[in-house]
């Protein structure tokens, strides 16, 4: 596990920035967090590192929304919903490898949670924000790599990156 302290919301899109300059096609960001935490704050900056020109809003009463980038996004937001809810609309053409794909509220996900995944969790701290960055898979494991490079250097996984 990697931990980033975020003091503000540019820190949460910075993070989301350079994590969507590393993204590529098949890519699963998995964000969990209370309301307000900045998930969808984290998306804008992914948008923005995969150069999508659109707004990023979040998706609560669509679901989904597909962008146009340098990589396709496709931005789901779980929040109404839950597991079996998602078997019932088809959920598995969302998370097609033709795109990146970043889902708000994935502890909702229940069956489709994808086998690699890099999963964000934003929690408040005292100084504002603090992700942590989770990877499952070796996919993820280079992203996080990229993202914090120094995370393998720590006995306990803590990057403290910034």
Same mark, same amino acid.
């Given at each position: 596990?990697?931990?980033? $302290? ?6 949460t899109?910075?993070?989301? $920035?350079? !994590? ?5 096609p098949g890519?699963?960001?998995l964000?969990?967090?209370d !309301? ?9 900056g ?21 962008l ?7 931005? !789901? ?6 597991g079996?809810?998602l078997e019932? !609309? #088809?959920?598995?053409?969302w998370? $097609?490898?033709?795109a ?11 069956p489709?949670?994808p086998? $690699?995944? *890099?999963?964000?969790?934003?929690a408040?701290?005292?100084? #504002?924000?603090?992700?942590?960055l ?5 996919r993820a494991?280079?992203l *996080? ?10 006995g306990?996984g ?5």
């Open positions: 596990m990697v931990n980033i $302290e975020l003091p503000d919301e540019a820190a899109r910075r993070l989301g $920035e350079r !994590l969507g300059q590393l993204m590529a890519d699963f960001v964000l969990t967090g !309301l307000g935490a900045g998930k969808t704050t984290l998306v804008q992914l948008a923005r590192g995969l150069d999508i020109p659109d707004p990023v809003v979040s998706p609560t009463f669509a679901l989904v929304h597909e146009a980038g340098r990589v396709p996004l496709r931005h !789901l937001d779980l929040y109404r919903l839950t079996p809810d019932h !609309l #088809g959920a598995e053409e998370f $097609e490898p033709d990146a794909v970043a889902v708000e509220w994935a502890e909702r996900l229940g489709f949670r086998a $690699e995944h *890099l999963e964000i969790h934003l408040s701290a005292a100084t #504002g924000r603090q992700a942590s989770v990877a499952t898979g070796e494991r280079a *996080l790599q990229a993202l914090a490079p120094d995370a393998g250097r720590h306990d803590d990057g403290g990156a910034t």
